[in-house]
């Protein structure tokens, strides 16, 4: 490819945790006020939201077999959104381009089945905005995966956001 045509898909990576978030809103801080929950989002930090999250998004993109990569990005800063009063959210995103050859069927089921049995997590099949499949990870915390694929290039993407936590010295702009 030529000229902006290739950076088109680098483009949707940028984009695509901001059109997400739309869609997600900000349900997962705004869950639960109890006293339990209270004390589980006060335990949260940037630091354990954002290693947690990456975790899981290194997981995922780690399933993807060796000879099938043609290129792997994944951002390790990002701003923060926000949630509830002072809380954020860190935004997370991942892409492997894939050479053909990927059952993707079988590749979100696999991501499925091993986040659903793990404690805490829930794992669900809905779709993204072009009607294809996408696998939904959530953790009661409010950590949230997305995994789906793209064509054009062929693509694994991963829009992932972590749970809510204090931050209330945030400024618009910067990058954790």
Request: net charge negative.
């Amino acid at each position: 490819m030529r000229g902006s045509s290739r950076w088109f898909p680098l483009a949707r990576i940028w984009c695509a945790p901001l059109a997400i978030s739309l869609f997600v809103g900000l349900s997962g801080c705004a869950a639960g006020s109890g006293t339990q929950e209270s004390e589980k989002m006060s335990s949260v930090t940037l630091e354990t939201a954002k290693s947690k999250l990456l975790a899981v998004q290194h997981e995922i993109i780690g399933k993807v077999p060796a000879d099938l990569v043609v290129s792997v990005f994944e951002n390790d800063t990002s701003s923060l959104m926000p949630c509830l009063g002072e809380q954020k959210k860190w935004v997370g995103a991942g892409q492997v381009e894939l050479r053909p050859g990927l059952d993707r069927t079988k590749f979100l089921d696999e991501v499925r089945d091993s986040l659903e049995g793990r404690t805490g997590w829930s794992a669900t099949d809905g779709t993204d905005s072009d009607g294809n499949r996408r696998v939904d990870l959530l953790h009661e915390d409010g950590t949230q995966l997305l995994v789906s694929f793209w064509d054009g290039p062929e693509s694994l993407r991963v829009g992932s956001f972590s749970a809510c936590f204090e931050f209330p010295e945030y400024e618009y702009g910067e990058k954790y």
